[in-house]
């Protein structure tokens, strides 16, 4: 059973940094996972905010967080991290990881299989 564990969430002023951090563990070896950043705020859908392919080299990154915000991960550590830079109110929402053990490095919700339980950004003007 794979399992994500998010942390990194906060309260920050606006033009501020956060760094989240995504453990994965169990199921198969780390680097068999693509794995995947959304957001999700207050009555709003999920949405895609990046995702890092099982290799590490290869990124996507919605236009809205693109050349603020760097996913990328640790393999000695199990741990992909989302450097969120230059943060506006409108990045504040639910933060998730999500792996995806099928090869998709895909934008969708669909493309993933397995989530982890959150962590809250707040972001002040």
């Known amino acids: 059973q794979v399992q994500l564990v998010e942390s990194g969430g906060g309260l920050v002023q606006a033009g501020g940094s956060l760094r989240l951090s995504c453990v994965v563990s169990?199921?198969?070896?780390?680097?068999?996972?693509?794995v995947g950043w959304f957001r999700q705020a207050p009555g709003k859908e999920r949405e895609f905010v990046a995702a890092?392919?099982?290799?590490?080299?290869?990124?996507h990154y919605a236009d809205s967080v693109k050349g603020r915000f760097t996913i990328s991960r640790l393999y000695a550590k199990n741990t992909v991290y989302l450097e969120m830079n230059s943060l506006k109110p409108e990045d504040t929402a639910d933060y998730y990881c999500?792996?995806?053990?099928?090869?998709?490095?895909?934008?969708?919700?669909?493309?993933?299989?397995?989530w982890g339980q959150g962590t809250q950004v707040t972001v002040s003007s």
């Open positions: 999500a792996a995806d053990g099928r090869l998709r490095f895909g934008r969708r919700v669909v493309d993933y299989d397995h």
């Open positions: 169990g199921g198969r070896a780390f680097s068999s996972y693509a």
């Open positions: 890092v392919d099982w290799s590490g080299g290869n990124t």
